[in-house]
Every structure is written in structure tokens, then in C-alpha cells.
Nanobody, 124 residues
Framework: QVQLVESGGGSVQAGGSLSLSCATSGYTFRNYDMGWFRQAPGKEREFVAAITRGGGTTYYRDSVRGRFTISRDNAERMVYLQMNSLKPEDAAVYYC?????????????????WGQGTQVTVSS
């Protein structure tokens, strides 16, 4: 059974930091690229960041580049999102997801597996 379980969400003030984690099981983690998406109330889900299966290439949406860092540990089957200098507009439910290697990682439809999400709240 495939499982992706996010943790680390919470409530912070603007300018603060949070570190999200995603624990995975039930599939061959090292064969999948991984991504983080987010969805705020009343808005569509949007791409945040992605990392290729070996960790050699990362992708970010423009609004988080330089503030967020995605990483992974293939031995531990974990993917992380370090979020610094948080802004109120970063508030959302954050989801981790797994995609087969070689697809367009910016598109949520290309991801095969999803977690349940973790809430991030940023107060101004």
C-alpha cells in the first residue's frame, strides 16, 4: 500500500520558517521524482517545488525560489521542504507527491501518488 505522510506544518509569523517532511512507503522511492504542491482556500492547487529521483535537479515556482529548499534522502525514503522567510501568501495546505521519472513535474496531473497534506498558516 502506497503511503505519503506529510508532517511539520504549523502556524508561524511572517518572516518565520517551517520544515516540512514527507515519509513514504509502498513503492520504489528512488525511481520517482518528488514534488510539493499547495492549495489555499478558494484557490487551485499549485506547484511549489520538485526534485528529481537522484536529487540532482530541483525546480521551484518563482515566488518561492530563494526562500524554499527541497531535498530528499533516498535511503530514508524521505522528502523535505525547508521554508524560510514565510509570507502570508504562502499559507496553504501543502502536499507531497510522487511522479514517475521523466514527466513534466510542474503539472499535478503527472503525479501518481499524493499525501493527505499538512496545514501551513502564516500570520502577518
Amino acid at each position: 500500500q502506497v503511503q505519503l505522510v506529510e508532517s511539520g506544518g504549523g502556524s508561524v509569523q511572517a518572516g518565520g520558517s517551517l520544515s516540512l517532511s514527507c515519509a513514504t512507503s509502498g513503492y520504489t522511492f528512488r525511481n520517482y521524482d518528488m514534488g510539493w504542491f499547495r492549495q489555499a482556500p478558494g484557490k487551485e492547487r499549485e506547484f511549489v517545488a520538485a526534485i528529481t529521483r537522484g536529487g540532482g535537479t530541483t525546480y521551484y515556482r518563482d515566488s518561492v525560489r530563494g526562500r524554499f529548499t527541497i531535498s530528499r534522502d533516498n535511503a530514508e525514503r524521505m522528502v523535505y521542504l525547508q521554508m524560510n522567510s514565510l509570507k502570508p501568501e504562502d499559507a496553504a495546505v501543502y502536499y507531497c507527491a510522487a511522479a514517475r521519472y521523466g514527466v513534466n513535474l510542474y503539472a499535478g496531473a503527472n503525479y501518481a501518488y499524493w499525501g493527505q497534506g499538512t496545514q501551513v498558516t502564516v500570520s502577518s
